[in-house]
Each structure stands twice: as structure tokens, then as C-alpha cells.
């Protein structure tokens, strides 16, 4: 099994342009997606479309075409590989929701551990549309939303991918999903 440190390692080599690098960083990295892609689609509707697997594909597809990024770590590709599934899913929302015309947008339920409030529906649009207004307003706490929402990060590793320590996580966080409560429930 290969460490955090070989995948950075690998993740560095893909950035230079070693195609053989991305080839052997997608079956490490595949079930750590479909991790997250699975977290991120529970508490859909039933017989909702798109599954798992495509969209970690969709997503991985959108990552490929990313060759400015600066890859720093597994954690990092984690983020912004959650970030991705995020745009898919608000992208196949608003598109879905425009074809309906007034129709319900997808939902999804907020994990237990990371919930803006207790178990409860959360359209996407609505947390997409919260999370890019509390990204204005503090970008760290933005980040930090997106690191553990949606990466499914732990305290320490977002403190570890932003560079801050655990406690100021835990702040900011207590407060982010506060402040995404607040805003999500106005709408």
C-alpha cells in the first residue's frame, strides 16, 4: 500500500508531466473517491441517475485537464478533487432544475459528524450557493468547510492542509456551519 508521501510523490511527477505518474496514482486514489463521491450523494432520491461511479469519473475527467495545478499532497488532491464532485453535482442540479422548470433540485443529506443542523435535506444549489457566499465573506472558513465536507478531511488534516492548528479548525468550522445554517435557512 502506498503512503501519503509516494502519492504526493506521484501527484508531483503527474504535475511535471509524467503521464505514467497519473496511471499509477488513479488506482490508490479510486476508492478514496468513490468515498467521497458516495458521501456526497447520500440522501439522494431514489432512483436518482447519476451514481458513484460516474460521477468520480466525471470529476476525474475534470482533474486530468487540471495540469496548472500546484499538487502539494494526497489531502490536497483529496480537496480539490471534493471541490470537483461539487461543480458536477450543482452543474447536473441546475441543469436538471432548468428542465423542469420549477422542478425540485437535487438534495442531499449532510452527514451526522459534519451537519450544518440535524439531519436534514440540503438542496445543492442552496449549499453551493451558501458555501460561495461564505467563501466572500472568510476564505479560510470556506476551505475548511470544503476540506471536511466535502474531502471528508479529519480536524488534523485540514489543520494540516491549511497550515493552522487543529483548534482554530474546530473555531472555524463550529462557526462556518453556523453561519451556513443561518444563510441556507433565509432562502
Not at 439522494?44 to 475534470?62: D, S
Not at 458536477?88 to 441543469?95: E, K, P, Q
Not at 423542469?100 to 442531499?108: K, L, P, S, T, V
Request: aromatic share 6%.
Amino acid at each position: 500500500m502506498k503512503t501519503s508521501a509516494q502519492i504526493t510523490d506521484l501527484l508531483t511527477a503527474w504535475r511535471k508531466g509524467d503521464e505514467s505518474a497519473l496511471n499509477s496514482i488513479v488506482p490508490l486514489v479510486y476508492e478514496e473517491l468513490r468515498l467521497l463521491a458516495r458521501r456526497q450523494l447520500r440522501g439522494e432520491r431514489i432512483g436518482h441517475t447519476l451514481q458513484p461511479t460516474a460521477l468520480v469519473h466525471e470529476a476525474f475527467a475534470r482533474l486530468v485537464d487540471q495540469s496548472q495545478v500546484e499538487w502539494q499532497c494526497r489531502s490536497h488532491f483529496l480537496a480539490v478533487a471534493a471541490k470537483t464532485m461539487r461543480r458536477v453535482l450543482v452543474d447536473y442540479s441546475r441543469r436538471r432544475f432548468a428542465a423542469r422548470r420549477g422542478g425540485q433540485g437535487i438534495r442531499i443529506t449532510l452527514d451526522d459528524s459534519v451537519a450544518v443542523a440535524e439531519r436534514q435535506n440540503v438542496d445543492v444549489i442552496a449549499l453551493d450557493d451558501a458555501l460561495n457566499g461564505l467563501s466572500r465573506l472568510d476564505t479560510r472558513q470556506g476551505r475548511i468547510v470544503e476540506l471536511r465536507y466535502f474531502a471528508g478531511l479529519s480536524i488534523a488534516e485540514t489543520a494540516e492542509a491549511l497550515g493552522v492548528s487543529p483548534a482554530t479548525v474546530k473555531r472555524e468550522w463550529a462557526v462556518a456551519r453556523a453561519w451556513l445554517y443561518r444563510a441556507m435557512t433565509r432562502q
